[in-house]
């Protein structure tokens, strides 16, 4: 991978590769993108190739200005004009009825197509230079935790040949909310940083879907692809230990970590409980990682797939996570987390 330094003429070179048909991992404010241009469906086929993605899991498709949905779209309602309004640019996806010049390629066989505008600022300069809707799945290859710092990416796509702009941290560090609107009424897809909380401020008719907290098999149809595969997750086994009002988290937490006699465990903790556990005490105990502070849910957010990737990296067998309040942010947090113990929650 070659790593580019963020400048104006580095996103220059990163929008004439764009504008050839090459892919690029750039920096957005939920997490890393690796992008092509979306009218080219040679472009896009590249991506699912280097991610090994599922040929049935749509790709989001990124504006840098409203008037770049002509392209895309043929047309949306009051509703949907109205949340793109309220949150864009933002962590913020929507699915809408596609035009038939976007390859099915992007949508992966669909005939909607989801679509974001960004609020980093490398992302918008990126897409308006290359003149063109960027498609971008997280960067990373399918099934592991998405990529939000380039030194993880570098580490994930070290043998290809791939040009990466730097943009450090990813701030919210969890990917976009995404949603879709049926009879005036909004679906949320997947949760994010934008929470139910936000959406009802514009609509009082909002809700999630079913699936999103449930494990889904391959076969079941559902109203997103992405819903339906294996993400985020560490090579090793791990449990989410479910955070319940009026009760200790930490005791919960003691009791796995006792029931788990011959593990080397890691435990990812809020700061405050690794301030007054002693998780340290128990033999078994590899390595403490810090979320972040529970009062933060940013801060956990901004941290959470970093750290599950440093799973990998430690001599361990198994890990734990400390549950949080399961609230706004808190759920969307949760929603990968789950994923990434394949739904072992107790
Ligand atoms: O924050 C984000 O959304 C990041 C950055 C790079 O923008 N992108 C991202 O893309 O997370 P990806 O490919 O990892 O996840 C896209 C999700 C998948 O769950 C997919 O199924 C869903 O969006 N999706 C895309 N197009 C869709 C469509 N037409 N209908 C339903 N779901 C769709
Ligand atoms: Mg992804």
């Not at 993108?33 to 599922?54: H, P, Q, T, Y």
């Not at 980093?120 to 099934?143: D, F, R, Y």
């Not at 595969?229 to 200790?248: N, R, T």
């Not at 750290?307 to 399961?326: H, N, S």
Request: proline content about 4%.
């Amino acid at each position: 991978m070659n790593k580019l330094i963020n400048n104006s003429e580095n996103i220059h070179y990163a929008a004439e590769l764009i504008k050839k048909g090459d892919i690029v991992v750039f920096p957005t404010e939920t997490v890393y993108g690796i992008g092509a241009n979306a009218l080219d469906k040679v472009a896009v086929s590249k991506i699912f190739k280097i991610k090994e993605r599922a040929k049935d899991n749509p790709l989001i498709v990124h504006i840098s200005s409203k008037s770049m949905l002509n392209k895309l779209v043929k047309s949306y309602s009051k509703l949907e004009e109205k949340l793109m309004d309220a949150f864009w640019p933002g962590p913020f996806t929507i699915v809408l009825k596609k035009k038939q010049e976007v390859p099915y390629e992007v949508t992966a066989g669909l005939d909607t197509i989801g679509i974001r505008m960004p609020e980093s600022k490398v992302a918008i300069e990126l897409i308006s230079t290359a003149g063109v809707p960027i498609a971008a799945p997280s960067a990373n290859i399918s099934g592991k935790p998405s990529g939000t710092r380039l030194e993880d990416i570098e580490e994930e796509f070290k043998d290809k040949q791939l040009y990466a702009i730097d943009g450090g941290c990813s701030n919210y560090g969890i990917e976009s909310t995404v949603v879709t609107v049926k009879e005036n009424e909004v679906i949320i897809l997947r949760p994010g940083s934008i929470t139910i909380e936000d959406i009802s401020k514009i609509c009082s008719n909002v809700k999630y879907d079913e699936k999103i907290f449930k494990k889904v098999s391959q076969i079941e149809t559902v109203s997103s692809p992405g819903m339906k595969y294996k993400h985020y997750a560490p090579s090793i086994p791990g449990v989410l230990i479910k955070w319940e009002k009026d009760k200790d988290i930490i005791e919960k937490v003691i009791k796995e970590i006792k029931t788990k006699k011959d593990e080397k465990i890691i435990i990812l903790a809020s700061r405050e409980s690794i301030e007054t556990a002693k998780y340290n005490n128990y033999s078994n105990i590899n390595k403490i990682f810090n979320m972040g502070s529970k009062n933060d849910l940013k801060e956990i957010s901004r941290n959470i797939f970093h750290l599950l990737r440093k799973i990998d990296k430690e001599d361990a067998t198994y890990y734990i996570v400390e549950g949080i309040e399961e609230k706004g942010l808190g759920i969307s947090i949760i929603n990968r987390i789950i994923r990434a113990v394949e739904y072992n929650v107790v």
